[in-house]
């Protein structure tokens, strides 16, 4: 089990140089909730109080992560969710939510609230959004150490420490969406604009070692060595869940890379088509003829060309 310190929460308050920075943090804390206790505990100011009947609604952003225990979430984006240990969820300004431990179990919960323009640009670029609320990133060491070191800041009040914490939290954000299964199992299964997390955590696991590693040869078979199932178990799975075959899913993921390339980069189509996995500038072309209904130099001279001076070669 992780180590989780004393129960500890703080609000702070903000000044404006803290908002002009971008990113401000509003308060943040750990709790240890056992069996049977009433659930959310007394003591914080009243925006922050709730009962489980009425929910609320916050006019900030939090992050909430649960290492231990069950429990149950609902939002209105997301709907009901259930909660297990390693469940991150993010709540949103003017969205209405509640949520609560098992009684049977009780849980520990880290939580850190905050605001600012950067946030809401990784909002407004999808990175974050209310109807992907709820993400599953396993008990997870990366996300524990960042609550800690920034709580620890917190506490220690050193000079500078709202732009500290501010870093802390940008840090945590980037922790819980690399660990979150969503980046890569969400953009092979629907497209970059159509997401949804994959509570499968074995499909989950093939579609990591898919973006991890279809940069190089990659056969379903190599996919399947690396899971505990057997390749026919797998693909069967994997097809049940995702809507297609891993085979599809490792083209799909390579030109999801060769798009992006493409469209940021003035590497050469061949430099691409190898950079994205694909074993020739032929066979891309043959993938992208089909699946976007273009060749990969027409798809980089369109209006998601990075401009003027892109070598075309």
Request: charge should be neutral.
């Amino acid at each position: 089990m992780e180590h989780f310190g004393e129960n500890y929460f703080r609000y702070i308050p903000v000044r404006r140089r803290d908002v002009d920075w971008g990113l401000y943090v509003i308060g943040a804390g750990r709790t240890r909730i056992p069996p049977g206790v009433v659930y959310p505990p007394a003591r914080h100011p009243e925006l922050y109080d709730f009962s489980w009947s009425h929910g609320r609604t916050l006019p900030e952003y939090q992050v909430v992560y649960i290492p231990r225990g069950h429990g149950e979430f609902e939002s209105g984006p997301t709907g009901a969710a259930k909660v297990v240990p390693g469940t991150v969820f993010l709540l949103f300004p003017g969205v209405w939510h509640r949520y609560r431990p098992l009684e049977s179990t009780g849980w520990d919960e880290y939580w850190v609230s905050f605001a600012g323009r950067n946030v809401e640009s990784l909002q407004s670029e999808g990175f974050l959004l209310p109807e992907r609320a709820v993400l599953r990133t396993g008990v997870n060491e990366a996300i524990r150490s960042v609550f800690e070191a920034l709580l620890a800041r917190l506490k220690a009040e050193v000079r500078g420490f709202p732009h500290l914490i501010a870093a802390d939290t940008m840090e945590l954000l980037a922790a819980v969406t690399t660990a979150a299964p969503s980046d890569s199992a969400e953009m092979v299964a629907k497209g970059p604009e159509e997401v949804t997390t994959y509570e499968d955590r074995v499909v989950a696991e093939a579609l990591r070692l898919i973006w991890s590693q279809s940069h190089e040869p990659m056969t379903v078979k190599d996919v399947a060595r690396q899971l505990p199932l057997t390749r026919r178990s797998l693909e069967r799975r994997f097809r049940q869940v995702v809507g297609h075959t891993i085979h599809e899913a490792i083209i799909l993921c390579r030109l999801e890379r060769a798009r992006r390339l493409l469209a940021g980069t003035h590497l050469s189509i061949h430099e691409i088509a190898i950079a994205a996995g694909f074993s020739s500038a032929d066979t891309m072309g043959r993938v992208f003829q089909r699946i976007e209904g273009m060749s990969p130099r027409a798809f980089r001279s369109g209006p998601q060309s990075p401009g003027p001076g892109l070598q075309n070669t």
